[in-house]
């Protein structure tokens, strides 16, 4: 017999990966400005203007030119980099907090390759507390962690822009409600 249990007794939180606006304007940006300097480069090297709101045969190759081809090569290298994580959407996943099976279970997506999906499961009860650690200054870090019995930190938060302080609070004490568990403070 099939017994249906509430709804209720699972919790699942969405993980916003790569896919976030401020990847798409700086993978954009990056490029666009790369390929300016790329080009310029090229022109210097080739004498033929191939930016046409620029001259930019008038660089002297050697050091001008071949330092813009360089600074242009390589950014083009980084935003190439930046549009294949947004397009495998890295660090996308979910938390999933499961009081029918017992089961904590933290997804991500990572690279390609033999460890694209990261899955850890924890027994619930191995779950000792949900910690928030919060530094403020130049480059804030609010985040919640898992502790577990044997003393791991797993976090729970996205990676990126930190959220609201409020938020943080409020996401951590829900989590720690919902697994009866007590919430701790960095």
């Known amino acids: 017999m099939k017994q249906v249990l509430p709804i209720h007794k699972v919790r699942k939180d969405v993980i916003l ?11 954009s940006t990056i490029f666009i400005g790369a390929l300016g300097f790329l080009l310029a480069g ?16 008038e660089l002297v190759f050697i050091p001008q030119g071949i330092v813009m081809t360089f600074y242009g090569s390589v950014g083009i290298f980084l935003s190439m980099f930046l549009w294949l994580t947004i397009i495998w959407n890295i660090g996308a996943g979910y938390n999933e907090f499961n009081k029918n099976e017992g089961i904590v279970k933290i997804f991500r997506l990572g690279f390609p390759g033999k460890n694209r999906q ?9 779950i000792k507390s949900i ?24 976090p729970l938060t996205r990676v990126g822009q930190p959220l609201l302080l409020s938020e943080v609070e409020e996401q951590a004490a829900e989590i ?11």
């Open 17 to 27: 990966g790569s896919r976030r606006f401020s990847n798409y304007w700086w993978a």
């Open 42 to 57: 090229l022109s210097s090297y080739f004498q033929t203007d191939l930016l046409p709101f620029a001259n930019s045969t």
């Open 118 to 126: 990261i899955c850890l499961k924890f027994n619930i009860k191995e």
């Open 131 to 154: 910690k928030i650690d919060i530094k403020e200054g130049l480059n804030p870090r609010r985040e919640i962690y898992l502790c577990t019995k044997d003393k791991r930190n797993i």
């Open 176 to 186: 720690a409600r919902f697994l009866d568990v007590v919430l701790e403070g960095a």
